[in-house]
């Protein structure tokens, strides 16, 4: 395949790994670069970066994380834990033949792939963070710590770590709910300043009560939500939410990594906009001491959550630039 192949000219492939198979998808050729999705979402949320990495002379792979889309979806909510996925990572680095690579991820794929290059940096070269900035682990248990989050309401992470809740509000209207999430944490479509704040629940609400309605933010399509809809529709919540609830399991897991720095060539992008970059504030600003290897940090402006999506040719012209300057 072509380095410069046009956007058409993707293969979807199932490969071996210890959650059983996982899904990838692939555009290119040239040094590995490993693309991993957040919640609630897909490969498809790297639709508009595969193309250009795969013209910049990539092997743009974009997985399914075990628990979404065409991966498998163990039934044991322990199996989601992140070390486990790390070794999906790995898994598929393997599968495709080759012994390291770029790994780059948005949303809970950031922290996912902060831990693949945290615990395996002889198979992880170099990392990119979308949207949420790495922490090393620390601190008290986190369950406790978001508990106490919102005071007399309940911060949205605590509501999806008790199995089954999260799935009784959203799976009887699966599209209905993501348009509202997404638009919930859209720069164009974000509830003003001022209104009730949509990562949190009063008690007796849902989520869904702060969502706002009536049109879909610019970035997605009626197609675009038919595809991620008919994932979730297909698939249900659980493997998703599963992730949510095991960060207790990982703050256990990753003790002996307690405060530890990435050190690989890193780069950081965010949106002004999103309440990841706004909370983690603190975690960007000590990226000289926990990212010693950080090529460049961006916060782009009247951005929201969904930033490889929401400004897709900005970010794909900052991971272009940064897997420009790596080390051959």
């Excluded at 369950?143 to 009887?172: C, H, K, L, T």
């Amino acid at each position: 395949m072509s380095p410069f192949a046009p956007a058409t000219e993707i293969t979807h492939r199932l490969v071996p790994s210890p959650a059983g198979r996982i899904h990838l998808v692939e555009q290119g050729s040239g040094p590995l670069v490993l693309l991993v999705h957040g919640f609630p979402e897909s490969w498809y949320s790297w639709r508009h970066q595969m193309p250009v990495l795969a013209a910049a002379g990539h092997r743009a792979v974009a997985v399914d994380v075990r628990g979404y889309g065409r991966s498998s979806r163990p039934e044991d909510v322990a199996a989601y834990r992140m070390l486990d996925l790390v070794e999906d990572n790995v898994a598929v680095v393997h599968a495709l033949g080759e012994r390291t690579a770029v790994i780059v991820g948005h949303d809970w794929g950031a922290t996912i792939a902060a831990n693949s290059a945290l615990v395996r940096p002889d198979v992880f070269r170099a990392v990119g963070l979308l949207s949420v900035p790495y922490a090393p682990r620390g601190g008290p248990r986190p369950s406790e710590v978001f508990a106490r989050m919102g005071g007399a309401e309940e911060f949205y992470v605590s509501y999806f770590q008790e199995p089954g809740r999260a799935e009784a509000e959203i799976e009887p209207d699966v599209r209905g709910w993501l348009a509202g999430f997404y638009a919930a944490l859209s720069a164009d479509t974000m509830p003003p300043a001022g209104a009730p704040d949509p990562h949190f629940t009063s008690e007796g609400g849902t989520l869904r009560d702060r969502f706002p309605t009536g049109r879909l933010p610019g970035w997605l399509t009626e197609d675009d939500l038919d595809v991620y809809a008919a994932e979730f529709e297909r698939t249900g919540m659980s493997g998703a939410l599963a992730r949510y609830r095991n960060m207790d399991r990982d703050w256990e897991d990753l003790a002996d990594f307690d405060g530890s720095p990435i050190t690989q060539p890193s780069v950081f992008a965010g949106g002004a906009l999103d309440a990841s970059t706004v909370w983690m504030a603190d975690a960007i600003k000590a990226y000289p001491a926990t990212l010693p290897g950080l090529v460049s940090s961006h916060i782009l402006d009247g951005c929201g959550h969904w930033i490889q999506q929401e400004r897709h040719e900005e970010v794909g012209r900052i991971l272009t630039d940064w897997l420009a300057s790596l080390p051959a």
